[in-house]
Protein backbone atom coordinates (compact mmCIF):
# COMPACT_ATOMS: atom_id res chain seq x y z
CA UNK A 1 0.00 0.00 0.00
CA UNK A 2 2.78 2.34 0.67
CA UNK A 3 4.36 1.76 -2.62
CA UNK A 4 1.49 2.58 -4.16
CA UNK A 5 1.06 5.77 -2.46
CA UNK A 6 4.29 6.76 -3.43
CA UNK A 7 3.92 5.52 -6.93
CA UNK A 8 0.62 7.81 -6.84
CA UNK A 9 2.46 11.23 -5.62
CA UNK A 10 4.97 10.87 -8.49
CA UNK A 11 2.14 10.65 -10.92
CA UNK A 12 0.53 13.28 -9.23
CA UNK A 13 3.71 15.45 -8.87
CA UNK A 14 3.96 15.20 -12.73
CA UNK A 15 0.74 16.59 -13.23
CA UNK A 16 1.20 19.40 -10.89
CA UNK A 17 4.13 20.95 -12.64
CA UNK A 18 1.92 22.05 -14.84
CA UNK A 19 0.62 24.94 -12.33
CA UNK A 20 4.20 25.58 -11.55
CA UNK A 21 5.38 26.18 -14.91
CA UNK A 22 2.42 28.08 -15.47
CA UNK A 23 3.15 30.14 -12.47
CA UNK A 24 6.72 30.63 -13.88
CA UNK A 25 5.62 31.46 -17.46
CA UNK A 26 4.13 34.53 -15.87
CA UNK A 27 7.20 35.88 -15.21
CA UNK A 28 9.43 34.07 -17.65
CA UNK A 29 11.85 36.86 -18.65
CA UNK A 30 11.96 38.48 -15.24
CA UNK A 31 15.10 38.04 -13.54
CA UNK A 32 15.69 38.71 -9.96
CA UNK A 33 18.44 41.49 -8.57
CA UNK A 34 19.73 40.33 -5.32
CA UNK A 35 20.16 44.11 -4.43
CA UNK A 36 17.13 45.13 -5.23
CA UNK A 37 15.16 42.59 -3.37
CA UNK A 38 17.13 43.45 -0.28
CA UNK A 39 16.01 46.88 -0.22
CA UNK A 40 12.56 45.57 -0.94
CA UNK A 41 12.79 43.22 1.71
CA UNK A 42 11.79 46.37 4.26
CA UNK A 43 8.22 44.94 4.21
CA UNK A 44 9.20 40.86 5.26
CA UNK A 45 11.90 41.42 7.44
CA UNK A 46 9.70 42.28 10.45
CA UNK A 47 7.99 38.68 10.28
CA UNK A 48 11.35 36.84 8.72
CA UNK A 49 14.02 38.41 10.04
CA UNK A 50 13.60 38.04 13.30
CA UNK A 51 14.13 34.74 15.23
CA UNK A 52 11.21 32.96 16.71
CA UNK A 53 8.97 35.73 16.03
CA UNK A 54 5.49 34.03 15.87
CA UNK A 55 2.03 34.45 13.83
CA UNK A 56 -1.27 34.29 15.94
CA UNK A 57 -3.35 33.17 12.71
CA UNK A 58 -5.16 30.82 12.03
CA UNK A 59 -2.95 29.96 15.34
CA UNK A 60 0.16 30.82 16.92
CA UNK A 61 2.83 29.06 15.24
CA UNK A 62 6.69 30.63 14.15
CA UNK A 63 6.52 32.20 10.81
CA UNK A 64 8.53 30.07 8.42
CA UNK A 65 12.44 30.42 7.66
CA UNK A 66 12.42 31.50 4.21
CA UNK A 67 16.44 32.74 3.66
CA UNK A 68 17.66 29.91 1.95
CA UNK A 69 15.00 28.80 0.31
CA UNK A 70 14.95 28.32 -3.75
CA UNK A 71 14.01 31.33 -5.43
CA UNK A 72 11.60 29.45 -7.47
CA UNK A 73 10.06 28.51 -4.44
CA UNK A 74 9.57 31.79 -3.44
CA UNK A 75 8.06 33.59 -6.06
CA UNK A 76 5.94 30.81 -6.80
CA UNK A 77 4.40 30.86 -3.03
CA UNK A 78 4.61 34.73 -3.39
CA UNK A 79 2.04 34.05 -7.14
CA UNK A 80 0.02 31.54 -4.77
CA UNK A 81 -0.90 33.97 -2.60
CA UNK A 82 -1.86 37.03 -4.99
CA UNK A 83 -3.93 34.71 -7.04
CA UNK A 84 -5.15 33.25 -3.90
CA UNK A 85 -4.54 29.83 -4.06
CA UNK A 86 -2.76 30.22 -0.78
CA UNK A 87 -5.53 32.21 1.71
CA UNK A 88 -3.11 34.17 4.50
CA UNK A 89 -4.84 37.80 4.97
CA UNK A 90 -1.77 39.31 5.62
CA UNK A 91 0.39 37.52 2.95
CA UNK A 92 -2.27 38.01 0.21
CA UNK A 93 -2.43 41.36 0.97
CA UNK A 94 1.25 41.89 1.03
CA UNK A 95 1.76 39.67 -2.50
CA UNK A 96 -1.08 41.55 -4.07
CA UNK A 97 1.05 44.37 -3.83
CA UNK A 98 3.45 42.90 -5.58
CA UNK A 99 4.84 42.70 -9.36
CA UNK A 100 6.43 39.68 -11.07
CA UNK A 101 9.44 41.99 -11.17
CA UNK A 102 9.39 42.37 -7.03
CA UNK A 103 8.52 38.61 -6.39
CA UNK A 104 11.57 38.01 -8.53
CA UNK A 105 13.57 40.21 -6.73
CA UNK A 106 12.22 38.99 -3.54
CA UNK A 107 13.03 35.67 -4.32
CA UNK A 108 16.87 36.41 -5.57
CA UNK A 109 17.94 38.08 -2.25
CA UNK A 110 16.46 35.04 0.19
CA UNK A 111 17.65 32.45 -1.63
CA UNK A 112 21.41 34.11 -1.83
CA UNK A 113 21.01 34.12 2.10
CA UNK A 114 21.41 30.69 2.21
CA UNK A 115 24.90 30.81 0.56
CA UNK A 116 27.42 28.49 2.59
CA UNK A 117 24.87 26.26 4.20
CA UNK A 118 24.42 22.80 2.53
CA UNK A 119 21.96 19.82 3.95
CA UNK A 120 23.53 16.10 4.87
CA UNK A 121 22.92 14.18 2.21
CA UNK A 122 21.17 11.32 4.86
CA UNK A 123 18.78 13.10 7.51
CA UNK A 124 18.89 11.70 10.34
CA UNK A 125 17.33 8.71 10.98
CA UNK A 126 13.27 8.94 12.17
CA UNK A 127 11.60 6.81 15.06
CA UNK A 128 9.73 4.18 13.72
CA UNK A 129 6.01 6.09 14.13
CA UNK A 130 7.44 9.16 12.12
CA UNK A 131 9.06 7.37 9.58
CA UNK A 132 6.09 4.98 8.47
CA UNK A 133 3.96 8.39 7.86
CA UNK A 134 6.83 10.02 6.11
CA UNK A 135 7.13 6.72 3.80
CA UNK A 136 3.31 7.05 3.77
CA UNK A 137 2.88 10.49 2.84
CA UNK A 138 5.91 10.03 -0.15
CA UNK A 139 7.41 13.10 1.36
CA UNK A 140 10.83 12.81 -0.46
CA UNK A 141 9.35 11.92 -3.55
CA UNK A 142 9.00 15.76 -3.97
CA UNK A 143 11.42 17.16 -1.01
CA UNK A 144 14.35 15.00 -1.83
CA UNK A 145 15.92 12.01 0.51
CA UNK A 146 17.22 14.53 2.64
CA UNK A 147 13.94 17.11 2.40
CA UNK A 148 16.31 20.17 0.70
CA UNK A 149 16.57 18.86 -2.39
CA UNK A 150 13.21 19.34 -4.07
CA UNK A 151 12.53 17.28 -7.54
CA UNK A 152 11.08 20.91 -8.80
CA UNK A 153 12.69 24.20 -7.76
CA UNK A 154 8.95 25.30 -7.06
CA UNK A 155 8.82 22.99 -4.36
CA UNK A 156 10.16 24.43 -0.73
CA UNK A 157 12.77 22.59 1.56
CA UNK A 158 11.44 21.07 4.73
CA UNK A 159 14.19 20.11 6.76
CA UNK A 160 14.98 22.21 9.68
CA UNK A 161 11.53 24.37 9.16
CA UNK A 162 10.21 24.70 12.19
CA UNK A 163 7.88 22.20 13.39
CA UNK A 164 4.74 24.67 14.34
CA UNK A 165 4.92 26.20 10.99
CA UNK A 166 4.77 22.75 9.23
CA UNK A 167 1.54 21.61 11.14
CA UNK A 168 -0.16 24.37 10.24
CA UNK A 169 0.90 24.33 6.60
CA UNK A 170 -0.20 20.96 6.21
CA UNK A 171 -3.52 21.31 8.31
CA UNK A 172 -4.13 24.21 5.79
CA UNK A 173 -4.23 21.42 2.90
CA UNK A 174 -7.41 19.74 4.17
CA UNK A 175 -9.29 23.39 4.53
CA UNK A 176 -11.94 23.64 2.28
CA UNK A 177 -14.61 26.69 1.60
CA UNK A 178 -12.82 28.81 3.58
CA UNK A 179 -12.24 32.44 2.34
CA UNK A 180 -9.41 33.00 5.26
CA UNK A 181 -7.33 29.86 5.59
CA UNK A 182 -6.76 27.13 3.11
CA UNK A 183 -3.89 26.29 0.11
CA UNK A 184 -5.47 25.27 -2.99
CA UNK A 185 -2.94 22.40 -3.84
CA UNK A 186 -4.21 19.17 -5.56
CA UNK A 187 -0.97 16.88 -4.70
CA UNK A 188 -0.76 18.08 -1.06
CA UNK A 189 -4.26 17.98 -0.40
CA UNK A 190 -4.51 14.21 -1.32
CA UNK A 191 -1.35 13.86 1.26
CA UNK A 192 -2.32 15.71 3.40
CA UNK A 193 -5.92 14.34 4.17
CA UNK A 194 -4.50 10.53 4.81
CA UNK A 195 -3.11 12.05 8.29
CA UNK A 196 -4.93 12.81 11.66
CA UNK A 197 -3.78 15.63 13.09
CA UNK A 198 -1.60 14.21 15.68
CA UNK A 199 0.09 12.40 12.52
CA UNK A 200 1.00 16.02 10.92
CA UNK A 201 2.30 16.80 14.29
CA UNK A 202 4.29 13.75 14.32
CA UNK A 203 5.85 14.50 10.28
CA UNK A 204 6.52 17.70 11.55
CA UNK A 205 8.69 17.09 14.89
CA UNK A 206 10.80 14.88 13.08
CA UNK A 207 11.49 17.45 10.10
CA UNK A 208 12.19 19.90 12.12
CA UNK A 209 14.93 17.83 13.86
CA UNK A 210 16.55 17.24 10.23
CA UNK A 211 20.13 19.02 8.77
CA UNK A 212 18.53 21.60 6.80
CA UNK A 213 19.52 24.71 4.62
CA UNK A 214 16.92 27.50 5.64
CA UNK A 215 17.89 29.49 8.37
CA UNK A 216 16.72 32.90 10.09
CA UNK A 217 18.72 35.66 9.06
CA UNK A 218 18.43 38.89 11.57
CA UNK A 219 18.50 42.33 11.06
CA UNK A 220 20.85 44.62 12.67
CA UNK A 221 17.57 46.80 14.14
CA UNK A 222 16.22 43.42 15.55
CA UNK A 223 19.23 41.87 17.36
Known amino acids: MIQTLSTIARTLVAAATFSAVAISAQAQGVTGDVQAGQKKA ?9 PGYQNAFPEIHKVPMISGQSGAYISAALHAYKKGDRKHPTMRGIAGSLSDQDMADLA ?10 TAAETPRT ?15 SCHGANFSKPIDPSYPKIGGQHADYLFVALKSYTVEGNNMIGRSNGVMAGIAKQFTHAEMREIAKYLSTVDGELKVVPQSRFR
Open 42 to 50: EMCIGCHGI
Open 108 to 117: AFYASQGAGK
Open 126 to 140: AGTAAAALIEKGACA
